[in-house]
């Protein structure tokens, strides 16, 4: 339980939260601190810079004897307070008013013959006190005297030890608070990612691709997160479906033809030896051999295509030679069933594109709407050219297909309920969709105008 606290994403947010506020306060209190400090500073010696400019001006006009003279007068305690000396430039002392503070007294024991004398000394020096600090200014005076002006005032460490109590206790608290808080907003910012942690665990213990993560909207890194993730499972669960449904379909596709061949084999070993029904056993294993080999092959490059390794031989080309090579193909097919083709391209439509492939997707079009078209009916190919891209639609007036199997008809080996008793692979479309978007085009369908179905391809033009 420790080492999984300690592993943490919450956990180590708010330690590094609360690490960056300390280390923030630390250096403002700092700052706050020293410029106080030098504030008290500058004020405490503004003042005896003052005195000492006073001072200096009366000796300016009267020398010593006015200063004295105005010392004597001074009634002020705090003028009293300040600590006054003129000196010459060999330090002798010409003038000196010392406050009582400054006045250190002790008392000398001289021993005499028969007797002892007491004697009083009296020095002058600034009071060695941890409470007290001063402040001294000096002018230097016209005669080369030198003014000197001193003044006791309060020591900053004891002055400002209360800011440092009250910063240690605020601090402390501010600490402990901003911990507290860092882990629980650390928690619900973090709450997306545990989400997230916990749908993988679900999928990687039961295999549940529906599961999701749950989150909240918003566009946020986190929340933008989740819904790419959701995005991601949604389509690895279509694509493990689709996979599934292509394997379902593969196996039954591949059953039948295989089947065929084992049985047709067996006839064939159980025969007399007749050449003739050997022959024809032979021939119905190579259908059906070849059979199985097209719907590989088509597997194969519908898989390339779709993994961009479909190798294109691109030219400039007029799409109506595509159009009518299909129309040519499958003539025979449509006048068998009374189904009119009808080519309606009004002028050239040229682009680059592979006209082997591009005519394998347009003849697999023609294909699946010759196949849904009732007798009687018509098909249309249309060609249109845009500014970005060369346009194919092939309008059948068949049965249509319903809006929810338009996605699944292009998936490999996907057959419809309308197309169960048609002959196919049901790889056609699915070729068609390969083959159009490794030409970097789009292929839709909808309803057409008169009933039916309208495929769309769209190639750009380069």
Known sequence: ??????????????????????????????????????????????????????????????????????????????????????????????????????????????PLPGFTLTQETYAVRIPQNALRDYALAARELFDRNTLQVGVLIESRAVLLAPVQRAFAIVGAGALVLSFALGTVLAWRATRPLRAVSDTARRILETGDLSARVPGPGGSGELEVLVHQLNTLLDKNA???????????????????????????????????????????????????????????????????AEAGALKLNRDRLDLRTLTERAADLYREVAEEKRITVTLDQPEAVECDADAIRLGQAINNLVDNALKYTPEGGQVVLAIRGSPQAA??????????VPVNEREAIFRRLYRGDASRSQRGLGLGLSMVKAIVESHGGTVTIDDAPGGGARFTVRVPLR
């Open 1 to 110: 339980m420790l080492d999984r606290l300690r592993q943490s994403l919450a956990l180590r947010l708010a330690v590094q939260y609360a690490a960056v506020f300390a280390l923030s306060a630390a250096v403002l209190f700092g700052v706050l601190y020293w410029r106080l400090a030098e504030a008290l500073d500058a004020r405490e010696q503004s003042y005896v810079q003052a005195r000492a400019t006073e001072l200096a001006t009366i000796y300016e006009r009267g020398g010593a004897a006015l200063l004295r003279v105005r010392l004597q007068r001074e009634t002020s305690p705090e003028a009293r307070s300040y600590f006054v000396r003129v000196v010459t430039p060999n330090n002798e002392s010409v003038l000196q008013s010392v406050p009582p503070t400054w006045i250190e007294t002790q008392v000398r024991e001289l």
């Open 238 to 304: 279509v694509h493990v479906r689709v996979l599934r449904e292509t394997l379902d379909n593969l196996a039954h596709d591949l059953r039948t033809p295989l089947t065929r061949l084992r049985g047709t084999a067996e006839l064939a070993m159980q025969d007399a030896g007749d050449p003739v029904e050997a022959r024809a056993a032979l021939a119905d294993c190579v259908n059906e051999s070849d059979r199985v080999l097209h719907l590989l092959e088509t597997l194969l490059d519908i898989s390339a």
């Open 391 to 400: 346009i194919v639609t092939v309008t059948d007036n068949g049965p249509g």
